[in-house]
């Protein structure tokens, strides 16, 4: 039997972002996404490629169209769960109608909780609970609220994945079309760029104050070391400014990840393998050179006093 789990906003956003070729979410046995309010409350808006559990006879139904066996996320949302515990619920006569009164209290779980704990019997991944549901999933990421039922593979083929998080709300990674991408720039609110590639973009063009542009090729050669330290801390002062910072190169893999990688490490005084392991469950498919992962750990050094992180091993 799986296990039981919260999945933060974030992390739900993440995996709604990630990539191989094309969107991840083009893969059958990826996500598994699945809501669990009133018929109504779905109709209004859901998250891009929620499906709706339906009840018969008060029992919730196993979507027959997902293999669950096989998915690699499983998770399930509610209007506001909070909490993996049991809570006090109101009975209701009517399922989909939550205005309806009903004939008293009891003590139950969430309805993602009760779905989940359902689910937990046909899955081998854990399934994971949205923490704060719908309310608190699309409050933050306006942008991926739709009223679209059903997506045809040619339409998830093209869907364009937004910049990671790596901080919530605070620090995205991403690659170079993302950074020229008008809606993806006003949806995060990005202030500041941190352009690590030999492009340029549209914006911040000549502020100094907004743009740190680090003319660097991708080649084995590169040396990004210099730069650590000025990276670090024009990020951190837009950080203390509030101010939302998108991070990228070309492909948005090796050497704006080196950065962000060092950026964790200076501003959570963290190891390289701790900061690399938080950008990894980000982005999954990052793959800076050996030569930039040297680099960080000459950065570790220079941050702890000692090498702590042992890079003979991959910790790709």
């Known amino acids: 039997m799986a296990d039981l789990l919260f999945c933060e906003p974030t992390e739900l956003y993440n995996i709604l972002n990630q990539v191989s070729k094309l969107s991840r979410l083009a893969e059958p046995n990826y996500l598994c996404l699945l809501d669990v309010r009133s018929k109504r409350q779905y109709e209004e808006s859901h998250v891009i490629t929620a499906l709706r559990v339906k009840k018969r006879a008060h029992q919730y139904l196993i979507p027959e169209s997902v293999d669950l066996e096989c998915v690699r996320y499983c998770i399930v949302y509610d209007s506001n769960t909070s909490s993996l515990e049991l809570c006090i619920r109101r009975q209701l006569n009517e399922e989909e109608e939550e205005e309806e009164t009903g004939g008293g209290e009891e ?6 909780v009760e779905f989940g704990q359902i689910l937990i019997h046909f899955t ?39 910049p990671v998080e790596i901080l919530p709300g605070r620090v995205y990674l991403g690659k170079v079309s993302q950074a020229c991408n008008a809606k993806m720039h006003k949806d995060l609110k990005i202030k500041a760029h941190v352009n690590i590639s030999m492009e340029t973009t549209p914006y911040f063009v000549g502020n100094a104050d907004k ?14 070391f ?26 948005g893999i090796s050497r704006s990840v080196a950065a962000v990688v060092a950026l964790l490490m200076h501003y959570n005084e963290e190891t390289l393998k701790r900061s690399w392991a938080h950008v990894k469950k980000c982005k999954t498919n990052m793959r800076p050179n050996r030569a930039l992962v040297a680099q960080l750990l000459e950065w570790e050094k220079v941050l702890h ?10 910790i790709y």
């Open 305 to 314: 006093g000692q090498y702590l992180t042992d890079i003979s091993e991959p």
């Open 226 to 251: 210099t730069y650590f330290r000025h990276i670090c801390h024009f990020i951190e002062l837009h950080l203390r400014l509030h101010s939302v910072i998108l991070v990228f190169s070309t492909r």
């Open 124 to 162: 081998r991944q854990p399934v994971y609970v949205l923490r704060g549901g719908y309310e608190c999933f699309s409050g933050m990421y306006h942008f991926f609220r739709t009223q679209k039922i059903i997506w045809m593979p040619q339409e998830l083929d093209a869907f364009q994945p937004y």
């Open 107 to 112: 003590l139950l779980p969430g309805p993602a």
């Open 211 to 224: 743009l740190l542009h680090i003319k660097l090729e991708d080649t084995p050669d590169s040396f990004l």
